[in-house]
Every structure is written in structure tokens, then in C-alpha cells.
């Protein structure tokens, strides 16, 4: 069975930092490309970031572009992001998601980790 | 990169059929046959239910339907039950990644 697990939110000051954990199990994680999905408190889904299986391609939203970072330890069934320069816009639950190869589309989910900027 | 409309809320009653719009454009929705959708239960994650526009994936029921129709995608729910009271979510792959909408709280009356 298919379970990702994140970690690493919590309360951080405007301009701080933060990094998420993805620990994922259950299926190959090499093989897969994965992703950050946001949703602030009461809004809607918001695509954050991807990565290719071997890490050589990522993708960005503008919103965070030059302030936050995917990356994955492949040998570590883990995915990370590093997130620089928070904004109080920036809070929000982070899911880690599974991109469905070929399908364009998230498969699995897991449980997210709520980030919150405020002074 | 503004996000998919939907409209805020639909409802129905056991039994009933509701239909959620989904419009984008044709750099988004219009362009690409990667129209997925998912549901999301209060305080859950999300799960997905549609993809590739009118696909069901397994576990599914078929209950739940998707097309498309230009730049505006629909997802239809037959038979409603009460446990079909969630929030819906489209998306649609944009080149780097997808792009979601405001999502639609379906109400089963």
C-alpha cells in the first residue's frame, strides 16, 4: 500500500525558514515523478512544485520561484522542501503527492503538514 | 496563472444528479485531454476520482463521471449519497505541472 508521510511544519516568522519531509513507502519511489500541493487555511488546491524521478528536472509555481526548493534523496525514499523567505501567504497544509505517470494526475496523497507564517 | 473557475457550491438530493463546471482556457483545459478531478472530505486529503478527462480509476464508483466540451470540463455525480458531501477539485495539466480550481462544496440535501 501507497503511504506518504510528511513532516517539518510548524509557526515560522516572515522571512524564515522551513524544510518539509515526504517519507514515502509501498511502491518504487524511484520511479516516480512526485509533487507539492498547498491549500490555505479554507481555500483551494494550489500546485507548489515537481521533480523528476532522478531529480534532474523541477518545476515551480511563480508564487515561489527563487524562494523555495524540491529535492529528493532517492535512497532515502524521501522527498524534501526547502522553503526560504516565507510570506504570510505561504501558510497553508503541504501535501506530498504521487504523480500518476502518464496520467497527469495525482494518485496518491499524503495526510499534509501545516505550515504557518506569522509574527 | 490564475486557477480553474468552478462555482463555489452545488447541491442535490439522495438520488439526484449534480454536474460541477470547470472552466479554464485553451492554454490549460481546452488544451490538453488531463482533466482530473478529485474529492476532498473535510480535514482529509484529497482523492482522486476523474482523470484524463472522463476516467475512472479503480475503487471508483461509477457514480461519478467526467467530459469536456471546449475549455470547460464537468464532472457529474448520479445517484447522490451522503457521503458524496465533499468539496470537488479540478485540474488540468499546464506543461509543468497542473493547475487547480477554487474547488465546489457539494451539498447533499
Known amino acids: 500500500e501507497v503511504h506518504l508521510v510528511e513532516s517539518g511544519g510548524g509557526l515560522v516568522h516572515p522571512g524564515g525558514s522551513l524544510r518539509l519531509s515526504c517519507a514515502a513507502s509501498?511502491?518504487?519511489?524511484?520511479?516516480?515523478?512526485m509533487s507539492w500541493v498547498r491549500q490555505a487555511p479554507g481555500k483551494g488546491l494550489e500546485w507548489v512544485a515537481n521533480i523528476k524521478q532522478d531529480g534532474s528536472q523541477k518545476n515551480y509555481v511563480d508564487s515561489v520561484k527563487g524562494r523555495f526548493t524540491i529535492s529528493r534523496d532517492n535512497a532515502k525514499n524521501s522527498l524534501y522542501l526547502q522553503m526560504n523567505s516565507l510570506r504570510a501567504e505561504d501558510t497553508a497544509v503541504y501535501y506530498c503527492?504521487?504523480?500518476?505517470?502518464?496520467?497527469?494526475?495525482?494518485?496518491?496523497w499524503g495526510q499534509g503538514t501545516l505550515v504557518t507564517v506569522s509574527s | 496563472q490564475s486557477a480553474l473557475t468552478q462555482p463555489p457550491s452545488a447541491s442535490g438530493s439522495p438520488g439526484q444528479s449534480v454536474t460541477i463546471s470547470c472552466t479554464g482556457t485553451s492554454s490549460d483545459v481546452g488544451g490538453y485531454n488531463y482533466v482530473s478531478w478529485y474529492q476532498q472530505h473535510p480535514g482529509k486529503a484529497p482523492k482522486l476520482m476523474i482523470y484524463e478527462v472522463t476516467k475512472r480509476p479503480s475503487g471508483v464508483p461509477d457514480r461519478f463521471s467526467g467530459s469536456k466540451s471546449g475549455n470547460t470540463a464537468s464532472l457529474t455525480v448520479s445517484g447522490l449519497q451522503a457521503e458524496d458531501e465533499a468539496d470537488y477539485y479540478c485540474s488540468s495539466f499546464v506543461g509543468s505541472g497542473n493547475r487547480f480550481g477554487g474547488g465546489t462544496k457539494l451539498t447533499v440535501l
Open positions: 509501498g511502491f518504487t519511489f524511484s520511479s516516480y515523478w
Open positions: 503527492a504521487r504523480d500518476w505517470p502518464g496520467h497527469s494526475a495525482y494518485d496518491s
